[in-house]
């Protein structure tokens, strides 16, 4: 019985003299670099339709103490707590989709509404693409974590701090 990994070794070698090996590494390369400047959309957000405003409250249940590295407590298991009791939200969340050139106009907009105070956060479309026409950063969404969490379905939307909740707007066109 052949020993499997000088046979998977012979089958390298051959398929390096032949150049396969060198296309394949290529081609491999190209899609990880396709995949990482074009993410998949978000599944299941859509063109606002229906604006309609709505809040989320960021408090949580504390599953263990919180403390600080000099041994102060912060919060105790089991105690509700609210992030927005300890610091305020300075930026606004815009989450929109760069697939769509009515879109980016709004979020231009609303990123001089904001005097320039505004992460903007797509949901769909190039982030790289839109960085470099904005000269400005741009996050992706990776997987909808983020508007999952909000209860967003609808883009362009605003995420904004309104006393101790966050309000989200889902705006027409």
Known sequence: EPDLIKEIE???KEKEKTGELARLQKEAIERSQHSALNPSPVQGVMRTRIPRSFYFDPTVVANRR???PDG????EAGQKFNPLDQISMSRRLIFFDARDPLQIK???DLIKQADGRAKTILVGGSYIDIQKQWGRPV????????VRKFGIRQVPAVVF????????DEIGM
């Open 106 to 108: 709004k979020v231009e």
């Open 66 to 68: 919180i403390m600080t």
């Open 161 to 168: 701090q309104e006393d101790k909740r966050l309000r989200i």
């Open 139 to 146: 996050f992706f969404d990776q997987a909808g974590i983020l």
């Open 72 to 75: 102060k407590v912060i919060v």
């Open 10 to 12: 012979r089958a390298l």
